[in-house]
C-alpha cells in the first residue's frame, strides 16, 4: 500500500523530469560539446564529442569555434547589434504598453474582460502571418507610403521595409501583448485608497504616480520587460523578414551557419554565446515566477 | 464499550514531530476520554495544528505513537482511520453539491446508493441544512458551509472528529449561535471532539478540558476553570484572560499560605491557597483583574498604612465598555494595575474619576502564586 | 473626466489601432482582385479570387493538415506531461530532483527558440548514430520537439491553478477515506481541467505556429504550414497568404468571442449565487 503510494509519486515526478533530461538537458549538453569540437567534411560534420584510447574514453577539446567568432568583426557586431535592438525594443513596448495597462486596468470591471481580449487575441493568431502583414504595410509600394503619397505628405516613397525601424515595429508589435499582460496583473492590485491618501496628504496627480504607483508597479515592469528582452535577443523570423540584409541578428547568424554554412561547432558556440547573454535576464525571470508562483500559494 | 467512560480513548504518548531542525511538537503526552471535547488552545506556532495533523494521518510522528480505542494508528494513512476532521477553510469540493459532499465519505465505504441518500438526509437534518443538497459550496452562505463541513465529518460518524479553528470564518455574532449548536449536536451524537483553536473565549466555551500548548509542549491541561483560576505558569496566566502579573520573595511560609513581599507591588501579599515555596523563593504573584476591589482612598482603610493585600494609587485611565469599566491604577509603586468592575447600578452617582486616590484590596484565596 | 485619464485612454485606443490595423489590412486585400496585393482594384474588387487559389493549393493544404496533426499529438501529450509535472512541482512537496525538474521546466519558455531548435536537432542527429532511430527527421522528430517545449507552457498553466486551490481539498478528500488516486480522479483533476484546457489549447497553438524550432527538426516532405508560408512570404507578398489569414484570423476571433461570452455567463452566474447565498444570511 505504502510502497504503491511511493511508487506512484515516483512516476508523477519522474516521467516528466525523464523527458525533459532527454529531450531537453542532454541536447543542451550536446550543444555545448559540439561547441568545442572542430568543423570536418563528414557525416556529421564535426570531430567525434568522444574517442576511444587504449579503452579509456577521451574528450579532445578545441577552441577554434570561440576563436574564430571573436576575431571576424561580423559576429561581434551582430551580437551587438541583436543586443541593441532587444533593448530599444524592449524600452519601446514599455513605453508604449504601460498607459495601455494601466488605462485598462483603471476601466470599468464590464469593459476590462473585452479589452483584455482584444490585447489577447492577436496573440492567438498566427505570429508569422502577422510579421508578414507588416511587409504589406511598410514596402515602397505598401498601404503606408500610399497613404502618405494620396495625402501629398510625401513625393516619393520612403524606405521603410528592411530598415531597423521595420525591425522595431516587428518585435513591438509581437511582443506588446507580452508586456501589457504582466503589467495590468500589476497594476490591476493597486489599491486605490493609496492614491487617495497621497492626494490627501497634498500629492499632485502626477506626483502621486511617480511616487506610489511607479515604484509599485516594477515586479511588473521586470516581469513584462524579460518576457520582450529574451525572445527578442535570439528572433529570426522579424528581422529575416522585415530587417536589413546586411546586418544580421544572431539568432539569424546561428542558423546560417548551420544550414549554410554547415558549420555546427560554430553555430553551437554561437548559441552558447547567446545563452551567456541571456543568463542573468533568465535567471531573474525564474526568481520572478518563483516569487509568483510562492506568492500565489 | 472497549473502555470505561473515564480512561484514556485517544492516547498520544510522547510523540515529537520535527520539520527539519524545526520541532514543532515537542514530547507530548496527552489522554483524552470517550465523548468529551478537548480543545488544543495556543498562539500559532504552538504546535496545535501540527498535533491535529498528527492524529488526522497527514503528519507521520518522528517519534512516539498514537492510540484510539486501543488501536495504534501512529503510521495508518489518514484514508484508513476511523477519524474525520473538520477543516478551517472547511475544504468544500466547490465542484460537488452539497449532497455528494456529504455523501463523499461514505461512497468510499461503498455503501448502496439509497443508503447513502438516506445517512446524508439524516445528517443534514441534524444540522439544519436539509433542503439545501443541490446547492453548490459558492452558493452558501459563510454559517451554511461551516455546517455541510460539519456534516461531512460527521456523517461517517467518526470515532474522533477533529475540528480545526471550526469557528474562526463566522462572524461574532453568528460564533455564539453555531458555539451552542456544536455543543447540542456532539451531545446528541456523543462523538469525541478534540478542537483546535487560537481563541480562547472559543476553547473555554466549548471545552470539557483543555490543553494549552507553547512552543510545540503542552504546558497545563485542564477544565476551563481549573485553567483560569489555577493557572500553572506565567504563561498560562498571561494567555487567558488578562491578568496582573507581580514578582516577588516569600518571606513567611505557613499553614493559611505563603506571605510574599513584592517591592513592585508595594504590599505584602498573602494568598491563603498556595503553599509549596520555600521560604526567600523568588516567585509571581498573578491576581485577575475582576478579583480586585476598588474604593475611594480614605472611605476605608488607613492610607499610605502596610497592609496585607491593600495598595494604594491613582487611576490614570478608564475605559467604559458597557458592561464593565477598566480601571488602569498607577501604584505608589511606579507600576501599573487593572481592574475591572461591573457596571451594577446604572448612571451611578459618583463614579470614581481619573487621577482620583484609589485603595485596591483582593481577598486571600485570589491570588495565584507562580514559580514558572 | 480627470485628464491623466483621458490620456492614458487615447494611448490604450492608439495601442489597439496598433495592434489592429496590420490585421484589418491583411482582411481587406484578401479580397482585393488586384496581384499587386496593396493596390486596390476597385473595379474587381471584392472578390474571392484568392480564397478559391488558396484552396486548390495543394501544398498549402498538405501543408495544413500535417501541422493540424502535430499541433493535436503536441498538444495531447503535452498536456499528459505538462499535468504530471504540474502535478509534482504544487503538490509532492519537497521531493528529490524538484529543483532540476522545476528549472527544466521553465527553461524551455526562456530558451531562444533557435538554441532549441538547434539542440534538438543534434539529440536527434546523436541518437540516430548511436541507437539507430530516429532514422532521420521528420513528422515524428517534429511532434517530438513540439511536446518538450509545449508542456512547459501546460506545466506553468496547471501549476499555478493547483497553487490558487487549498491542498487541504485533497486532504479533506483523503480524511474522508479516499485513497491517493482515488482523490486525483475526483478531486485534483476535477478542479485543474479548465487549465489543462486552457494548457491544451495554448499547447496547440504554439504547435500549430511555430516555424523557428521546426525548421531544424523538419526534414523534406514534412513541411508545416508555416515553413510553407514562410518561404512564400520571404520572397514578397503573396495574396493567397491573405486569404489564408483571414480564415484563421476569423477562426481564433471566434473562439475567443465565444469563450470570452461563455466566461462573463459565468461571473455574471456566480455573481448573482453570491447574492443569493448573502440573502440567505439575513
Known amino acids: 500500500m505504502r510502497l504503491s503510494q511511493a511508487m506512484g509519486r515516483r512516476l508523477i515526478a519522474g516521467v516528466p523530469t525523464l523527458w525533459l533530461l532527454v529531450l531537453f538537458l542532454i541536447p543542451f549538453l550536446i550543444v555545448f560539446r559540439i561547441s568545442f569540437s572542430e568543423v570536418r567534411l563528414a557525416i556529421p560534420p564535426y570531430t567525434p564529442l568522444l574517442s576511444w584510447h587504449h579503452g579509456a574514453p577521451h574528450f579532445e577539446v578545441h577552441w577554434s569555434a570561440y576563436s574564430f567568432l571573436f576575431t571576424d568583426p561580423m559576429y561581434v557586431s551582430s551580437y551587438l547589434y541583436s543586443l541593441k535592438v532587444a533593448a530599444v525594443s524592449t524600452v519601446c513596448c514599455l513605453l508604449i504598453g504601460y498607459p495601455m495597462a494601466y488605462a485598462i486596468a483603471r476601466s470599468g470591471a464590464a469593459t476590462r474582460p473585452l479589452l483584455l481580449m482584444l490585447i489577447v487575441l492577436p496573440f492567438w493568431t498566427s505570429f508569422l502571418l502577422r510579421v508578414y502583414a507588416w511587409i504589406g504595410l511598410l514596402k515602397n509600394n505598401g498601404v503606408i507610403n500610399n497613404v502618405l503619397l494620396s495625402l501629398g505628405v510625401i513625393h516619393h516613397p520612403l524606405a521603410l521595409l528592411q530598415t531597423d525601424f521595420a525591425v522595431y515595429i516587428g518585435i513591438v508589435y509581437s511582443y506588446l501583448p507580452f508586456m501589457i499582460l504582466p503589467l495590468y496583473a500589476n497594476l490591476e492590485k493597486h489599491d486605490p485608497a493609496l492614491l487617495e491618501a497621497a492626494a490627501d496628504l497634498g500629492a499632485r496627480p502626477a506626483r502621486a504616480f511617480a511616487a506610489i504607483t511607479l515604484p509599485q508597479s516594477i515586479p511588473g515592469i521586470a516581469a513584462g520587460s524579460l518576457l520582450v528582452f529574451i525572445p527578442a535577443v535570439g528572433e529570426y523570423v522579424i528581422p529575416t523578414l522585415l530587417g536589413r540584409p546586411d546586418q544580421l541578428m544572431i539568432g539569424r547568424v546561428l542558423s546560417d551557419e548551420f544550414f549554410e554554412n554547415r558549420d555546427w561547432p560554430v553555430a553551437s558556440a554561437v548559441a552558447i554565446l547567446i545563452l551567456l547573454l541571456l543568463i542573468v535576464p533568465i535567471l531573474l525571470f525564474q526568481r520572478l515566477e518563483r516569487r509568483q508562483l510562492e506568492a500565489a500559494q | ?372 | 473626466m480627470k485628464p491623466q485619464g483621458l490620456l492614458t485612454r487615447i494611448a490604450l485606443a492608439l495601442g489597439l489601432v496598433f495592434l489592429y490595423v496590420p490585421i484589418v489590412s491583411m482582411i481587406v486585400f484578401s479580397f482585393n482582385n488586384s496581384r499587386l496585393v496593396t493596390v486596390w482594384d476597385a473595379a474587381h474588387s471584392p472578390t474571392l479570387k484568392w480564397y478559391g487559389v488558396l484552396l486548390h493549393n495543394e501544398q498549402i493544404l498538405t501543408a495544413a493538415w500535417l501541422s493540424i496533426r502535430i499541433a493535436l499529438t503536441a498538444a495531447s501529450a503535452a498536456v499528459v506531461l505538462g499535468t504530471l509535472a504540474g502535478v509534482a512541482l504544487a503538490r509532492l512537496g519537497a521531493f528529490r530532483g524538484r529543483l532540476l525538474l522545476a528549472g527544466m521546466v521553465t527553461a524551455p519558455i526562456v530558451m531562444p527558440e533557435v538554441i532549441t531548435g538547434l539542440s534538438l536537432l543534434l539529440l536527434f542527429v546523436a541518437l540516430g548514430q548511436l541507437i539507430g532511430w530516429p532514422k532521420g527527421v521528420g513528422a515524428v522528430t517534429i511532434a517530438l520537439a513540439h511536446i518538450t517545449f509545449c508542456m512547459a507552457y501546460v506545466t506553468v498553466v496547471v501549476q499555478s491553478r493547483l497553487a490558487g486551490f487549498d491542498e487541504s481539498l485533497e486532504e479533506a478528500a483523503m480524511d474522508l477515506g479516499a485513497r491517493p488516486l482515488k482523490v486525483f480522479f475526483r478531486i485534483t483533476l476535477p478542479l485543474i481541467l479548465p487549465a489543462i484546457a486552457s494548457g491544451w489549447l495554448l499547447a496547440f497553438t504554439l504547435s500549430w505556429d511555430d516555424l523557428v524550432i521546426t525548421q531544424f527538426v523538419a526534414g523534406p516532405g514534412s513541411s508545416t504550414l508555416p515553413m510553407v508560408v514562410f518561404s512564400k512570404v520571404r520572397f514578397g507578398v503573396t495574396p493567397d497568404v491573405n486569404a489564408l489569414a483571414t480564415i484563421l484570423v476569423l477562426l481564433v476571433a471566434t473562439g475567443i468571442a465565444i469563450s470570452t461570452v461563455w466566461m462573463g455567463y459565468q461571473q455574471r452566474r456566480r455573481e448573482r449565487d453570491l447574492q443569493l447565498a448573502a440573502a440567505a444570511n439575513l
Not at chain 2, 439509497?114 to 445528517?123: H, K, L, P, T
Not at chain 2, 494549552?212 to 485542564?222: F, L, S, T, Y
Not at chain 2, 505584602?268 to 523568588?282: D, I, K, L
Open chain 2, 1 to 372: 464499550m472497549a473502555s470505561a467512560p473515564d480512561a484514556a480513548y485517544v492516547r498520544v504518548s510522547d510523540v515529537s514531530k520535527k520539520f527539519g531542525d524545526f520541532t514543532a511538537v515537542d514530547h507530548v503526552s496527552l489522554d483524552i476520554r470517550r465523548g468529551e471535547i478537548f480543545c488544543l488552545l495556543g498562539g500559532s506556532g504552538s504546535g496545535k495544528t501540527t498535533l491535529l495533523r498528527m492524529l488526522a494521518g497527514f503528519e507521520t510522528p518522528t517519534t512516539g505513537r498514537i492510540e484510539i480505542d486501543g488501536q495504534d494508528l501512529s503510521h495508518v494513512p489518514p484514508y484508513e482511520r476511523p477519524v474525520n476532521m473538520m477543516f478551517q477553510s472547511y475544504a468544500l469540493f466547490p465542484h460537488m453539491s452539497v449532497e455528494k459532499n456529504v455523501g463523499f465519505g461514505l461512497e468510499q465505504e461503498h455503501l448502496g446508493r439509497d443508503a447513502i441518500r438516506r445517512q446524508v438526509g439524516e445528517i443534514l437534518e441534524i444540522v439544519k441544512m436539509s433542503g439545501y443538497g443541490a446547492r453548490k459550496p459558492h452558493q452558501l452562505s459563510g454559517g451554511q458551509r461551516q455546517r455541510v463541513a460539519l456534516a461531512r465529518a460527521l456523517v461517517k460518524r467518526p470515532k474522533l472528529l477533529l475540528l480545526d479553528e471550526p469557528l474562526a470564518a463566522l462572524d461574532r455574532k453568528l460564533r455564539e449561535h453555531t458555539q451552542f449548536e456544536l455543543l447540542n449536536i456532539q451531545q446528541r451524537l456523543g462523538v469525541t471532539f478534540i478542537v483546535v483553536t487560537h481563541d480562547q473565549e472559543e476553547a473555554m466555551t466549548l471545552g470539557t478540558r483543555l490543553g494549552v500548548m507553547n512552543h510545540g509542549r503542552i504546558v497545563q491541561v485542564g477544565t476551563p476553570s481549573d485553567i483560569y483560576e489555577s493557572p500553572a505558569s506565567r504563561f498560562v496566566a498571561d494567555f487567558i484572560g488578562s491578568v496582573n502579573l507581580f514578582e516577588g520573595r516569600v518571606v513567611a511560609n505557613g499553614a493559611d499560605g505563603l506571605c510574599i513581599t513584592s517591592a513592585d507591588l508595594g504590599c505584602t501579599v498573602r494568598a491563603e491557597r498556595a503553599a509549596g515555596s520555600e521560604h526567600g523563593a523568588t516567585v509571581w504573584t498573578a491576581i485577575r483583574p475582576e478579583k480586585i476591589q476598588i474604593s475611594r482612598a480614605g472611605a476605608g482603610g488607613a492610607d499610605g498604612a502596610q497592609n496585607e493585600n491593600l495598595v494604594a494609587g491613582t487611576v490614570k485611565e478608564i475605559a467604559y465598555m458597557g458592561d464593565m469599566s477598566i480601571y488602569l491604577v498607577r501604584l505608589d509603586s511606579g507600576s501599573m494595575l487593572r481592574v475591572t468592575l461591573p457596571n451594577v447600578l446604572r448612571g451611578a452617582e459618583r463614579p470614581i474619576a481619573r487621577e482620583e486616590r484609589v485603595m485596591l484590596s483582593w481577598h486571600g484565596s485570589s491570588p495565584v502564586v507562580l514559580t514558572e
